[in-house]
């Protein structure tokens, strides 16, 4: 992996994304040269990503919302509904994916 | 299920019981902890004639329910000196629950040194000399073509490979799957234990077995039916881990920077494509043969989080290839040959050891200098050499204490010398309070389900703080407990988490089963009191709070990227058990 310059976001996608991200851009991660920040949902569409295939997002090793702002030179993965185990709740997702399409309904 | 067996090794002597009505509402973890702590004096010595080992189906095995196809099996550990109960796939569970049988117990041990077979079919329990052909270094693969060709291939097998008969403090027992590949209870030597006894493995023949009585036999089959809807309608169970099994974890704790790697002394790594469950699953779907991305350790499950990882010639080398011990080869030794990672995974299984546990060793023993860092090859001579046993091979298959004591490393990842699986405890707080508290060992099984709204104990969780975590750590042992004394796969939580009527489908499983009106209040004190239980084996074996602590590492080495250090006082992990 080369080491992008700064303003290069990589982006990943994780579960079923990976083959797509690799077939649709030939390398994992991608990366694109952004000009200004964007949110992830922006991100998403751009990359062509449904919304409801994502559950949380990673930006720079953290869980983040879908809508959380993005600055070029960030690392972001995607990261679809599919993760197993308690790592769901231990690394934070049921805080960050209420809002999402694929947020399982649940409700305090 | 009726009929209580036991063995005792000592005298030859097999007494078939009515089970004790202690024991009658029990199956499972819930039923060889309490046997474990009523009838092993805690302070003996694990490989001496005072131990018992305990065989259990849960309280769903043999039925129709999805995924109850799990066996218990307690004693006291070699490993870490404390109770143990250690799980497993396989055909064991359903042989055992449709023939009857409550449990099966073996205790004492002989004189003399040779090893035996125990083969138990319905109207028979016999002790047998074991034939030779399965003894002195044969592998588990050979033993049980070997074992399954003389009693028939529909028998279940539960066997100790050399390093039981070696009693290595990683030995497992092994269990024939549907197919006749091996599934293990893995941690914990229990295999040490059975080698001990010198039986050298069990034959089920359930020739003539009926089904498994239910009490009300409609109820039943609604509730299943919506117990297997909740699973095969959630993304986790129906979709992610049948495709890409739980190696799907090697990504995603990577990007978390929560990844142990390299001796854990980072969070991250590099090479994660190379080790990945993606990567896994297109190399299977890429060189067909016997691969298979997808398959059920046992009858009746339906996640299949199993697969069959073949070679670049397409014949099967392993499966069950899991992320933990892909994780610890690939990741925490720096192995970048996934090929490599599945040929040490067999040679394990054929051993007969703890593919976490060993594999831990090779990484610390890597640190320790007794291996070069990221050399799959000589990983994989090492862990072979565990069958003969050479000094090389004792000393890793002592696991990953004894590896960091010979080596002189104070950076050594065990919990009451059970090492620690693969979520930095740094970054997932949580799963690190598991590792301190359980009554297991560092074991990441022992904190994965809790009842009833998961919201309400995970919902605001921040992996990197402390805000909410004691009473996470607390939740999922209480619900794990439970679980594992259903004889459901721990995976059904998955699918049930997110859908209370799924949660709710489980209880009625057993209460139609048994004619019972249990609640979730119910199954949360069966977890409190199976906890308890343990703890109290283990206050008993001379283990206090203190021995519930990670390794003073974690306080003062911070983990990068998040450079994180572990940071609970001994006051605040004392919690998790204030209940």
Known sequence: ?108 | MNKFIRVNMSSGEIEIQAVPNQYIGLGGRALTSSFVNDEVKPTCHPLGKNNKLIFAPGLLSGTSAPNSGRLSVGAKSPLTGTIKECNTGGVFSQQMAKMGIKALVIEGMPEDDKFYVIKVSMDNVAIEEAPVEILGGCGNYDAIAFLTEKHGKNVGIAIVGPAGEHRLPSANISFKDPEGNIRSAGRGGLGAVMGSKKVKAVILDDTGAGTVPIAEPEKFRAAAKVFANALLSHPVSGQGLAAYGTDVLVNILNEAGGLPSYNFTQGRIDHNDIISGETMNATITERGGDGKVSHGCHRGCIIKCSQWYPDKQGKYITSGFEYETIWALGADAGIKNLDLIAYADRAMDDIGVDSIEVSVAVATAMEGGLLPWGDGEAALDAIKQIAVPTPLGRILGGGCAVVGKVCGLYRTPVVKDQAIPAYDPRSVKGIGLTYATTPMGADHTAGYCVSGNILKVGGDLDPLKKDGQIEYARSMQIGTAAVDSTGMCLFVYFGIADSPEGYQALIDMINAQYGLSLTSGDVDKLGESVLKVERDFNKRAGFTNAHDRLPEFFEYEALPPHNQVWDFTPEEIDEVYNF
Do not use: W
């Open chain 1, 1 to 108: 992996m080369n080491d992008p310059k700064p303003s290069a976001t990589e982006i990943r996608g994780f579960l079923h994304l990976d083959s797509y991200l690799r077939k649709k851009h030939g390398t994992m991660p991608v990366i694109l040269h952004l000009l200004e920040p964007l949110t992830g949902i922006e991100l998403a569409k751009k990359l062509e990503i449904r919304l409801h295939e994502v559950e949380v997002i990673f930006v720079n090793g953290f869980v983040q919302d879908l809508d959380t702002v993005i600055q070029p030179g960030d690392r972001v993965a995607f990261l679809p509904p599919g993760c197993p185990g308690p790592y769901r709740v231990a690394l934070g997702f049921y805080g960050k994916n209420q809002k999402n399409a694929s947020n399982f309904k649940l409700s305090k």
